[in-house]
C-alpha cells in the first residue's frame, strides 16, 4: 500500500466489504456504534481513539500509513490527540504539519500545544538537554486546561526519573494518576498513562524490587502499542525481570526488544539492547551472540582482558567490577560493584554482585544496608 496514493477511508471501506461481516457487527466488535462507524466511512470526523481502534480491527499492519493521513486531517476536536500519537510514534513530519497547523490559526491553546509538541520534537533530535534549563522551560508555561496540566508535570516527572531521582519522581506520578481520572479524552488518558507506565515499571523493577508489578505494567504497555519506546521499554522490562530467574525467558524477551528495533534509525537502540543480551548470556555462562564484538566492553570482558579501563566509566564501572570481581575472586571488587550499581539506584542489578557476595559468605544483612 503506498503513502499518500489512496484514499484512506474508500481504502477501509473495501476492506470491510470483503468481510463476511456486517458494519454493525464490527462496530460491535471494535466498541463503537454503528452510526459512528457509518460517519467516518462517510467523511466526518469521529473521536481520534475510535479511528485508531477501527484502524487497528480492520488493518493493524498498516496503522502507522494510515493514521499519518488522520493526524494531517484532524481538526480542533482531534488535534491534541493527533499531536500525541504523533510524537509516540515519532512521526516528525505529521508533527511539524500539525506545528504549521496550529500556528496560522487564532487558538491560543492550540498554539500551546503546538510550543510543547515543538519543544518536544526539538530535545528528541538533539538527544540531549540540561535539567536545569529543561525544567524551567516547563515552569516557564502556564497551562490553560488540564490535559496540558497533566502533560506538564509528566514532563516534569519524566526529568526527574531521566536524572534517576525515582523518589521525586514516584511523588509525581502519584500527582499524575489523580489526574489522568479527570482526563475526559480516552486516546489522551491511554497515551499519558503509558509514558508514566513506563517510568513506572522502571522504578518498580529497578528501584523498589516489585518484579511482578512491574511485569504487569510491561505487559499492559506492550498490549497498548502506542509507540516503539513504550513497546521496547515493555519487552526490556520483562527481559531484566527474569534476570535471574530465567535465562531462556530474559533472552526471548530481550530477543523481541531487538527485532522491535531492527532498523536504521533505532540501530542505537538495538545495539544498547545487544549489549545486555550479551552481559545476559556472560551471567549465565552461555554462548554469546554474534553481534558482541560490535561492543568493547563485551569483547574485552569475553577475552578476559583486565576490565579496569572501564572504572572511570559510570555507565560500565559496576559491570567492569562485577566481572573482575568473579575473575579475581575480589570481594572488594564486588562490594564496589554493589556500590555503584546501588548509587545508580539500580537496586535489581546490585544482586548481581550481592549474590556472588553471599557465596562468599558475607552477610546478607551487611550487604542490605549497602
Known sequence: MKENCFDARNYLKQIIESKEEKQKEIADKIGISASHLSKFLNGQEISFWMILDIIRYLDRE???????????????????SAFEYAHLKKLRSEINYLIDKVVNGNNRELKEWAMVYEWQLNITEVGYYSEYEYLDRIRGLNPSSHEMKTLVLILEMLCFYSSKKFDLANDYLKKIDK????????????????????AMANILLKFEEEIDE???????MISLNLGVESVTNGYFILALSYWYESFEESSMY?????????????????????????ILELYWFKELSKP????????????????????????YRPYALYFNGIRKESKEDLLLSLHFFSKQNDNFRSNMPKIELMKKGSEYNILKRR
Open 254 to 278: 530481550f530477543k523481541k526488544a531487538i527485532e522491535l528495533n531492527d532498523y536504521p534509525e533505532r540501530e542505537y537502540v538495538a545495539a544498547d539492547l545487544r549489549e545486555q543480551l550479551s
Open 214 to 220: 512491574a511485569r504487569l505494567i510491561a505487559k499492559e
Open 292 to 315: 558482541f564484538l560490535k561492543s568493547e566492553f563485551i569483547g574485552k570482558v569475553y577475552s578476559n582482558e583486565d576490565l579496569s579501563v572501564f572504572y572511570d566509566n559510570e555507565y
Open 62 to 80: 498498516n496503522e502507522i500509513k494510515l493514521m499519518k493521513q488522520f493526524c494531517r486531517e484532524a481538526t480542533k476536536k482531534n488535534i491534541k
Open 179 to 198: 489526574c489522568l481520572t479527570n482526563i475526559d479524552d480516552p486516546f489522551l488518558k491511554r497515551a499519558f498513562k503509558s509514558r508514566t507506565s513506563q
